[in-house]
């Protein structure tokens, strides 16, 4: 698989086995044996061959069958043609998405061999590396400098895992072709025609609803900015993006477009942080090729006064999502240099108390590395483990950051002062948040994901629980800063009213959420102790929103009643569609919103246009900030039980979210009718 930035230049699986027939009851045998051994042979033993590892146990191999695994799949084939255009030869790749859910990958590169392989004199090198695991050119160190597809198994997996995929190599002036569905060779490599004016690769392929389910398709958008930031990550390369109108009707992605940016990670950090006011009016960015002998490394670096930070890191064009010993080394080097300007102007006191999170805490920072033959973190390469990643990126960093704070004085006091308040502010709010919750003799912790509100008065505090890191980007660049934090959660939480005490205990999110309210639960919960007025549920406008609300719900319910009965509970209300006519717009809660809308508002000619959200994720941070979390336009529902509701509410929740599944059937049943009769459409 490639990377999106870049610095320096199994087969078989073993399953339980299946327990034989037990006959009668036999004297153990003098070797030690037992009745059991005897139906435990080697017949037991289930030896998985080709690509059927991939198709039993996909998560192995792209981390799961969800959203993100399913989107994995491009990743690995659109990095294939980014190896070729980082090698020098490859100048364009074509993405298209169409209606039907095929998704094709073009490049004009070298085309995938396809003569007889030396081990496989019966196949084409093109049908060994579709079908064999763990082969590929990125294993001959001659054939790529540095690459991502490191393991030889990336397009083979996107093959075991699509419905059908089509492969056409334009190679020598000749066409071929090979078709490929649920892994298996469904058509020898045939020999199309002549092709004299094309070269390259084309990678056409439609996901195995076998494996993703139905409704699992491919979003435009995602697809999108997949292969924008490629384009941004190796400016040498053009890339070129379509989809079926029909897919992007009503939505701010294009139907075409053609990405090409020669200023690099320059040009994508000015993107990311476009219309944000920042500390310094430069940007801190450079690139250099060969640093300490190797590859080539590439960074972007600003700091904003009004936003959260986030370093987005890259290795080799593949994003690397859980950071790694690049982004150490970025971390190092930033601090350090800081540390010694600040000790060349006198302020070495002042900046003692400074750490890597206060300088980080408002940075936006990008960060790519090629390196030859990286070591990642897992099959995904969510983190990069290469060691001498670290000492290069920080000696390369610092040597250029000390020579950009020495060469601009006023910026680099500037950025000084700014990053001494970041860890005054830290110290203050840590001390007063200690004497207000009562916490004096220990250390307030807080959950790694929390982005708090520098308020310390819970009482004018908001926390809002969203799904999702990508939701929880979107809440934290809309949020109001001093008054309103974000917790992201990851999917679904544990269900509190079917779980055992120990998985309770267990339960990671659910640890978080306790810590960052502050108030403990049952019987050890305290009012005072409540670190924010208002707890805002905020899920997505759809079914699996509701479903996580209403966990979230029982949650509190069931630990933390009297945060219900006392009125700190909400639910966040986004919208699920925006509708436009013309200058004139607004936002729909659900279908019924949107019909009345129609009929009452858009009353004048013109097409009205309507665009659907997926999700909180899909929004931009000013849409949500504007329906969802502005206290002066949004709209919240309070989640009360009336006294006289306890009972029913308390059998109500047994019922539907106990251990109980035969009560749910039961619940299911009594209401099929209307169920089919009226759609659900609010929570």
């Not at 993703?212 to 070129?240: C, D, N, Q, T, W």
């Not at 139907?255 to 994508?268: C, R």
Request: proline share 4%.
């Amino acid at each position: 698989m490639a990377s999106d930035r870049d610095l320096f230049g199994t087969g078989g699986t073993a399953r339980k086995p299946k327990p034989g027939k037990a006959g009668p009851a036999k004297t153990p045998a003098k070797s030690g044996g037992t009745p059991n051994e005897a139906g435990y042979t080697a017949a037991s033993i289930e030896v998985l061959e080709g690509l059927e590892p991939v198709r039993r146990r996909p998560g192995m191999y792209i981390g799961g069958t969800d959203e993100t695994a399913l989107h994995h799949l491009f990743a690995e084939v659109i990095d294939n043609s980014m190896d070729e255009a980082v090698a020098g030869h490859a100048t364009f790749i074509e993405v298209n998405l169409d209606a039907e859910g095929w998704l094709t990958v073009t490049d004009n590169g070298r085309g995938i061999p396809i003569d007889p392989h030396p081990k496989y004199p019966k196949k084409s090198a093109l049908e060994v590396i579709m079908t064999v695991l763990h082969a590929g050119g990125k294993f001959d160190s001659g054939a790529y400098q540095t690459s991502g597809g490191l393991h030889g198994v990336g397009i083979s997996v996107v093959n075991a895992l699509s419905e059908r995929l089509e492969v056409e190599v334009a190679r020598g002036q000749m066409l071929y072709r090979q078709v490929f569905e649920q892994g298996h060779v469904k058509s020898k490599l045939e020999t199309v025609g002549k092709a004299p004016n094309r070269r390259g690769t084309r990678v056409r392929f439609k996901p195995d609803a076998e494996i993703f389910g139905k409704s699992a398709h491919f979003k435009p958008a995602r697809i999108f900015r997949m292969s924008r930031s490629k384009a941004y990550l190796f400016g040498g390369v053009e890339i070129r993006w379509s989809c079926t109108p029909e897919l992007v009707a009503g939505t701010e992605i294009p139907a075409e477009a053609v990405f090409h940016f020669p200023g690099g990670l320059k040009d994508y950090l000015a993107q990311d942080i476009e219309g944000k006011e920042q500390v310094v009016e430069q940007a801190f960015t450079g690139k250099v090729e060969k640093p300490g002998g190797h590859g080539s490394l590439e960074w972007a670096v600003s700091w904003l006064t009004q936003d959260d930070g986030f370093v987005h890191s890259y290795c080799n064009t593949i994003p690397t999502a859980d950071g790694g010993t690049h982004e150490s080394g970025l971390r190092t080097a930033l601090l350090r240099g800081l540390k010694d300007h600040a000790e060349r102007i006198n302020q070495s006191k002042r900046f003692s108390n400074v750490t890597s999170d206060d300088v980080m805490a408002t940075c936006a920072a990008l960060i790519s590395v090629f390196i030859r033959e990286p070591e990642f973190q897992g099959q995904n390469k969510g983190r990069l483990m290469t060691v001498e990643a670290a000492k290069i990126v920080e000696n390369t960093v610092r040597d250029a950051f000390d020579h950009w704070l020495a060469s601009a004085p006023t910026t680099a006091n500037k950025l000084i002062d700014w990053t001494i308040e970041r860890s005054e502010e830290r110290l203050r709010r840590r001390a007063e948040k200690d004497v207000a919750r009562k916490t004096a003799t220990r250390k307030l912790r807080l959950p790694g994901k929390l982005a708090d509100c520098s308020n310390s008065n819970s009482d004018n505090s908001e926390l809002f629980i969203v799904e999702g890191d990508s939701a929880g980007g979107s809440a934290k660049q809309a949020r109001d800063r001093a008054t309103q934090a974000v917790l992201p959660l990851r999917g679904k939480i544990l269900n509190v009213a079917s779980a055992t005490r120990d998985k309770l205990a267990g339960n990671q999110q659910i640890g978080d959420l306790v810590l960052a309210l502050g108030c403990g639960t049952g019987s050890h919960y305290k009012e005072d102790d409540l670190r924010y007025d208002k707890v805002i549920i905020m899920t997505d406008a759809d079914v699996d929103g509701a479903h996580i609300a209403s966990l979230l719900i029982t949650f509190f319910y069931r630990q933390m009643p009297k945060l219900i009965d006392q009125g700190h509970l909400y639910l966040a209300v986004p919208p699920l569609y925006k509708l436009t006519q013309g200058s004139k717009s607004a936002y729909a809660r659900n279908d019924a919103h949107k019909d009345e809308l129609v009929r009452t508002l858009f009353t004048g000619r013109g097409k009205v246009e309507m665009s659907r959200f997926k999700g909180l994720g899909e929004m931009l941070p000013a849409q949500l900030k504007e329906t969802t979390m502005d206290p002066r336009k949004r709209t919240l529902l309070k989640v009360v039980i009336q006294p006289e509701d306890r009972e029913e509410t308390s059998s109500s929740v047994e019922r539907l979210m106990g251990n109980k599944p035969e009560a749910r059937f039961a619940f299911i049943q009594e209401r099929a009718t209307f169920a089919a009769e009226k759609e659900l459409v609010d929570i």
